[in-house]
């Protein structure tokens, strides 16, 4: 089972903002970077936030990550249709020496 | 540009040993810092990452399932292949590759499989 947990779900109104946190520990987010991931219906991760914060070439600036000890944030700003997904946090845990997966987040525009 | 593909049986039976290959382009499993590893999505659940291999052949896995896994490269066909012993109906996922890369100080799994589906039924 997953040692990142996250909200079942969050919704809001398109333009609206929503965060999702992920809550870990002093061996995985505390030592770590963390990376977000989004999964549209039907389809891979896509990796969406890395580093903590830093965005791959061609995500837009809506979507923002941060880190504060042992849990971290994804923001999304000016909400789509388009963001309706899942979307999951990542990061290396040095005690289990594997890569960790949050329980996931759906979001839903309302 | 990467990508990467599996394929494998979508159908094992219980106590079977599953054989999954990731076929990829667009990098070279023999460059240093890369790699490529396996991830699998119960229907309705969380990705769990099963393993992971290195261009100079160093092998992680997953503590849990460790001892079912094995985990293998052949750089100059661009394939890793994916093992896994005593299939059960709990295995049954989508199974993904993906590579492995390094962005500034983060190793992180950037560019995923479509995903191959597994059931495990008798």
């Known amino acids: 089972q997953s040692v990142l947990t996250q909200p079942p779900s969050v919704s809001a109104a398109p333009g609206q903002k929503v965060t999702i946190s992920c809550s870990g520990s002093?061996?995985?987010?505390?030592?770590?970077?963390v990376s977000w991931y989004q999964q549209l219906p039907g389809t891979a991760p896509k990796l969406l936030i890395y580093g903590n914060y830093k965005r791959p070439s061609g995500i837009p600036d809506r979507f923002s990550g941060s880190k504060s000890g042992t849990s971290a944030t994804l923001g999304i700003t000016g909400l789509q249709t388009g963001d309706e997904a899942d979307y999951y946090c990542g990061t290396w845990d040095v005690s289990l020496s594997a890569d960790v997966f949050g329980t996931g987040t759906k979001v839903t525009v309302l | 540009q990467i990508t990467l593909q599996e394929s494998g049986p979508p159908l094992v039976k219980p106590t079977q040993t599953l054989t999954l290959t990731c076929t990829f382009s667009g990098f070279s499993l023999s460059s240093p810092e890369v790699g490529v590893g396996w991830i699998r999505q119960p229907p309705g659940k969380a990705p769990e990452w099963l393993a992971l291999i290195y261009w100079n052949d160093a092998k992680h896995y997953s503590p849990s399932l460790k001892p079912r896994l094995t985990i293998t490269k052949d750089a100059s066909k661009n394939q890793v292949v994916l093992t896994m012993t005593n299939m059960d109906p709990l295995d049954t996922a989508t199974y993904y590759c993906?590579?492995?890369?390094?962005?500034?100080?983060?190793?992180?799994?950037?560019?995923w499989g479509q995903g191959t589906l597994v059931t495990v039924s008798s």
């Open positions: 993906a590579h492995r890369g390094l962005w500034e100080y983060q190793l992180l799994f950037d560019f």
């Open positions: 002093s061996s995985n987010i505390g030592e770590n970077y």
